[in-house]
């Protein structure tokens, strides 16, 4: 079993930035791909953004390249990403997910998720 437990998230004016943490426990990941995804109220679950944990290889969804950076750093366990120049269409609950190894967009590829932490961005 894996537990993630994601942080961060707040209410941030259009312009501004913020950084999410996903720290997870409960088994070792050193094969594993952890990536952000979002929801916004009425629409489906996107992908934002995964990364090796070993930080290899990184991909991001188009709407947020350039903007968003994601990282993690092995030694706490925890994902990273850092929003900037946030714009209202980012507002949405973020959530951070694991596979096993899969280099993946699709959420249904992930086993393990968040509870999920809310970004609103005002305009």
């Known amino acids: 079993q894996v537990q993630l437990v994601e942080s961060g998230g707040g209410l941030v004016q259009a312009g501004g930035s913020l950084r999410l943490s996903c720290r997870a426990s409960g088994r070792t990941f050193s094969s594993y791909v952890m990536g952000w995804f979002r929801q916004a109220p009425g629409k489906d679950r996107e992908f934002v953004a995964y990364?090796?944990?070993?930080?290899?290889?990184?991909y991001y969804a188009d709407s947020v390249k350039g903007r968003f950076t994601i990282s993690s750093d092995n030694a706490k366990n925890t994902m990273y990403l850092q929003m900037n120049s946030l714009k209202a269409e980012d507002t949405a609950v973020y959530y951070c997910a694991v596979n096993s190894g899969m280099l993946t967009v699709r959420p249904g590829s992930y086993d393990y998720w968040g509870p999920g932490t809310q970004v609103t961005v005002s305009s």
């Open positions: 990364i090796t944990w070993t930080g290899g290889i990184k």
